[in-house]
């Protein structure tokens, strides 16, 4: 009799063992695989975490920023807001176009030389006074009164240049007249008024107003916006909710338009920074007119410099406009204003003048 035969149980023992060898040994590999994983997830873990601590926070205003440029990016329309609901095929005010090509920014303007030899409050005013007071192109077409549904009711001198070669008539008639006024509130708007009812689109900006954007018939409307030399700091601007500037190339990128046909301003002293950065910035190319209320009898804001300085100033930002095209064509001495030049009653000057220039290369 062999062994094995002899034996039973010893065989059941045998077979049990190497059962409980291959369970083991499956036991264990499963082990080890669950192992190498926990180790993979946690490597990716602590490489994101890595990532994130070296990464840059930004502020919560930018955050909140980036959120709300992403979501612009998608529309197409900006709407505005009237007192009346508005029919599913009336026209919006602000189409939001590509944005525009980014150009070069000028940091200072050239100033001109010397009036003379040796720096002279005297030279510098008398050169830039006659300078305001003659005009350097004719135009034979100016009156508002002229263009269909105006009556001669304007009491200031607005003047545009409505001659034939400039094209602006043209673009009033065919209803395609883009004008941008810059106030700081309580003036006069019937200039406004009969450029929205003679076919042009109009745009205000007035910080005084109390809704953000007013409609006021088909072709005009009121935003409560004010024009700046500089964007807010946007931290800043995170904690003052009424804060509502913005630069002039910032709010023609908003809103999707490429070109102003006029650009009127009157805004106390702040013109000469704001004409600065249009052209640092080469607004004015993208401007057919101005119509510009200037006033000498103080610098102005944030205009640094002994008074002669600031004379060259003024008179070298008006030289950069002839030098882009720029030709003045009406000049109008206000004699109801005080007769103040940087506060001295001299030079027989104005404290106010209202100048209208025309860009000879518009199309």
Same mark, same amino acid.
């Given at each position: 009799?062999?062994?094995t035969a002899?034996c039973?149980s010893?065989?059941?023992a045998?077979?049990?063992?190497?059962?409980?060898t291959?369970f083991?040994f499956?036991?264990?590999?499963?082990?080890?695989?669950?192992?190498?994983?926990? %180790?993979?997830g946690?490597?990716?873990?602590?490489?994101a975490?890595?990532?994130?601590?070296h990464k840059p926070?930004?502020?919560?205003s930018?955050?909140?920023?980036?959120?709300?440029?992403?979501?612009?990016?998608?529309?197409q329309?900006?709407y505005?807001?009237?007192g009346r609901?508005?029919?599913?095929?009336e026209p919006?005010?602000? =189409?939001q176009?590509?944005?525009?090509?980014?150009?070069?920014?000028?940091?200072?303007?050239? /100033?001109q030389? #010397?009036?003379?030899p040796t720096?002279?409050?005297?030279?510098?005013?008398?050169r830039?006074?006659?300078y305001?007071?003659?005009? %350097?192109?004719?135009?034979?077409?100016?009156?508002?009164?002229?263009?269909?549904?105006?009556p001669?009711?304007?009491?200031?001198?607005?003047?545009?240049?409505?001659?034939?070669?400039?094209? =602006?008539?043209?673009?009033?008639?065919?209803?395609?007249?883009?004008l941008?006024?810059?106030?700081?509130?309580g003036?006069?708007?019937?200039f406004e008024?009969?450029m929205a009812?003679?076919g042009?689109?109009v745009?205000?900006?007035?910080?005084?107003?109390k809704s953000?954007?007013i409609?006021?018939g088909?072709?005009? #409307?009121?935003?409560?916006?004010?024009?700046d030399?500089r964007?807010?700091?946007?931290?800043i601007?995170a904690?003052k909710?009424h804060?509502?500037?913005?630069k002039?190339?910032?709010?023609l990128?908003d809103?999707?338009?490429?070109?102003?046909?006029? /650009?009127?301003?009157?805004m106390?002293?702040?013109?000469?920074k704001?004409?600065?950065?249009?052209?640092?910035?080469?607004?004015?190319?993208?401007?057919?007119q101005?119509v510009?209320e200037i006033?000498v009898?103080w610098p102005?804001f944030?205009?640094?410099?002994n008074d002669?300085?600031?004379?060259r100033?003024?008179?070298s =930002?008006?030289k950069?406009?002839?030098?882009r095209?720029?030709? /003045?064509f009406?000049?109008?001495?206000?004699?109801?204003?005080?007769?103040?030049?940087?506060k001295?009653?001299?030079?027989?000057?104005?404290?106010?003048?209202?100048?209208?220039w025309?860009n000879?290369?518009?199309?």
């Open positions: 009799m062999s062994p002899s039973p010893c065989c059941c045998a077979k049990e063992r190497r059962l409980g291959g083991a499956r036991l264990c590999l499963l082990s080890v695989t669950l192992l190498l994983c926990l %180790q993979l946690l490597r990716r873990s602590w490489d975490a890595a990532v994130a601590e926070q930004l502020p919560p930018s955050r909140r920023a980036g959120k709300v440029n992403e979501v612009s990016s998608r529309r329309v900006t505005i807001r009237s609901r508005r029919g599913a095929a919006t005010c602000c =189409l176009g590509a944005p525009r090509r980014r150009k070069t920014i000028r940091w200072h303007i050239d /100033l030389p #010397w009036a003379s720096p002279s409050l005297s030279n510098e005013a008398l830039l006074l006659q305001i007071s003659t005009a %350097q192109i004719s135009c034979d077409h100016m009156n508002v009164k002229d263009l269909p549904g105006n001669d009711i304007l009491k200031r001198p607005w003047s545009i240049c409505l001659d034939d070669r400039f094209n =602006l008539v043209h673009q009033i008639k065919s209803k395609q007249c883009r941008y006024s810059l106030g700081l509130g003036d006069d708007n019937q008024i009969s009812n003679s042009c689109e745009h205000r900006f007035d910080p005084s107003i953000a954007h409609q006021e088909q072709r005009l #409307w009121y935003h409560r916006l004010s024009i030399w964007d807010p700091n946007p931290v601007a904690h909710l804060a509502h500037t913005k002039l190339g910032t709010i990128n809103f999707g338009h490429h070109k102003i046909d006029i /650009l009127k301003a009157d106390e002293s702040a013109e000469w704001i004409l600065e950065n249009l052209i640092l910035e080469d607004i004015v190319g993208q401007i057919g101005l510009f006033h009898h102005g944030e205009v640094s410099g002669s300085t600031v004379v100033y003024w008179y =930002l008006l950069e406009l002839e030098l095209d720029f030709r /003045l009406h000049t109008y001495k206000d004699s109801s204003k005080p007769q103040l030049f940087l001295r009653e001299a030079f027989n000057a104005s404290s106010c003048y209202t100048l209208s025309v000879t290369r518009w199309k």
